[in-house]
């Protein structure tokens, strides 16, 4: 299936790490994207009107999902094609325990952000960029009384900024317990409130059906807790490098940071692929948890590697038949020996075997290997006393492939390999 549908979060995700710019490079790889066919759209917890400076930038944006998919936006007709708005007696009930505290917080309300300015001294910025601020300041609407205001307008979100903390427990407690109100904090300090079942996930469901998209064909990239429905929706989940533990475990695929280009990396790994040489690439090195504990040696730098190839992870260890996790194995007189002195040399040449049998039909000259490894490692590996000392020597994979005309790069070596390809 190939993507037709890509769907991002803004702040932490799409945006810079000054949340106010998209980078030259992720705008031209969405624009690239575009003008294929695939339609974008943004997914925020923000209000319509605090897209703009987005759409701004990205003029192309087909749909907008905002205040956490409560409403759905679409650009080219200038109307909402989706909106649940919250039922009056939960935002009553909400506002009731706001108006107790020292707290500012702001009503979404037909795409935009109202507040009770004289509240904004509860406001603490928690070390948000100014700039954004002053941006973000500009697009509310100001009203005597808040909590009047929501109770007689359509509200599609409630938004708590208190970041100081004496009460936020208590806070959150006590709306924890309003029937129906779905609770998510981005950031410390930050509680969003929307209606059960409302969120970027179900927003993003209902706009791909209505577009005769699966979710096969949808791409989706987030960095925090809101996200987690959306990730859990597309088939190609993609989490920040910056996003929360909760979201990386819920998305299929990591990328780098939004200050690192994730989103434009993501695309060139998925979608701009043609023409593009394949490489070998040790499984643990792209997050794949293979290695003999159980957990990987996750290198942002292999990420890197998806800008000019086609990466195909390999861990010739588990294609030998070991199992994960298993005993650590070390080099001894050319065998492999685990640390309770089994011999696993046939494992490790069987998966050796396998691992050149892939390279050849992907027509593979390049492989980048887990440096020090028994299997993995090129011209330095652990000596095989299990002490952590290092000798000359190849991991048996590594050695088979070299002898087999691939060229071997280690991790660290992955900037040699995309400077010299360069050329
Ligand atoms: Fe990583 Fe290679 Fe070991 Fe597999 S065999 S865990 S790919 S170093």
Same mark, same amino acid.
């Given at each position: @299936? ?12 799409? @945006?810079? *790490?000054?949340?106010?710019? /998209?980078? +030259? ?33 990205? *003029? ?5 999902? %905002? ?8 650009? =080219? ?13 939960? /935002? ?10 020292? /707290? ?17 001294? %509860? ?15 500009? =697009? @509310? ?7 009047? #205001? ?27 317990? $309003? ?8 950031? %410390? ?23 005769? !998209? ?38 299929? #695929? ?54 000019? #190839? ?50 050849? +039909?992907?027509?593979?000259? #390049? ?46 070596? $992955?900037? !040699?390999?995309?400077? +010299?390809?360069?050329?």
């Amino acid at each position: @299936m190939s993507v037709k549908l890509i769907a991002m979060d803004l702040d932490g995700t799409l @945006m810079a *790490p000054d949340h106010t710019t /998209v980078t +030259e490079k992720t705008k031209a790889a969405l624009e690239r994207a575009h003008r294929r066919g695939i339609k974008t759209v943004i997914a925020t917890g923000r209000t319509l009107a605090a897209t703009d400076t987005v759409t701004v930038q990205l *003029p192309f944006i087909d749909y907008v999902i %905002y205040s956490n998919g409560a409403a759905v936006y679409d650009r =080219s007709k200038g109307e909402n094609i989706y909106s649940n708005a919250m039922p009056a007696e939960t /935002v009553s009930k909400i506002t009731d325990i706001l108006e107790e505290y020292p /707290v500012f917080y702001e009503i979404y309300s037909g795409g935009f952000q109202h507040t009770q300015q004289s509240k904004s001294e %509860y406001f603490n910025n928690n070390g948000l960029p100014q700039a954004f601020i002053d941006e973000y300041i500009k =697009s @509310m609407i100001d009203h005597p009384s808040i909590a009047e #205001f929501a109770g007689s307008n359509q509200v599609e979100k409630v938004n708590l900024y208190y970041f100081s903390g004496e009460y936020y427990n208590e806070i959150k407690d006590r709306l924890s317990q $309003i029937e129906n109100i779905a609770l998510t904090s981005p950031v %410390y300090g930050d509680i969003e409130m929307t209606d059960i079942g409302t969120n970027k996930g179900s927003a993003l469901e209902g706009m791909s059906k209505t577009l005769g !998209i699966s979710a096969d064909e949808v791409m989706a990239f987030g960095d925090s807790d809101n996200d987690i429905e959306m990730l859990k929706y597309a088939a190609y989940s993609v989490a920040m490098e910056n996003a929360s533990d909760d979201c990386k475990n819920a998305a299929a #695929f990591k990328t780098l940071s939004n200050g690192e280009d994730g989103i434009a990396l993501a695309l060139e790994r998925f979608i701009f692929t043609e023409g593009k040489e394949k490489v070998l690439v040790s499984a643990c090195l792209l997050g794949e948890n293979c290695k003999y504990n159980g957990s990987n040696n996750y290198c942002p730098d292999a990420l890197r590697l998806y800008e000019k #190839f086609i990466a195909i992870p390999v861990c010739p260890e588990f294609f030998g038949g070991l199992p994960i996790p298993r005993e650590p194995n070390e080099i001894i007189k050319g065998r492999a020996i685990s640390k309770s002195g089994r011999d696993h040399t046939s494992e490790y040449e069987s998966g050796a075997e396998k691992t050149l049998y892939i390279a050849r +039909e992907n027509n593979c000259f #390049f492989a980048v290997l887990k440096e020090r490894s028994p299997s993995c490692g090129f011209k330095t590996i652990y000596d095989g006393t299990f002490s952590g000392n290092l000798t000359g020597g190849n991991g048996i994979t590594a050695d088979l492939l070299y002898k087999n005309g691939i060229t071997v790069y280690g991790e660290s070596e $992955i900037p !040699i390999l995309l400077d +010299e390809t360069d050329r």
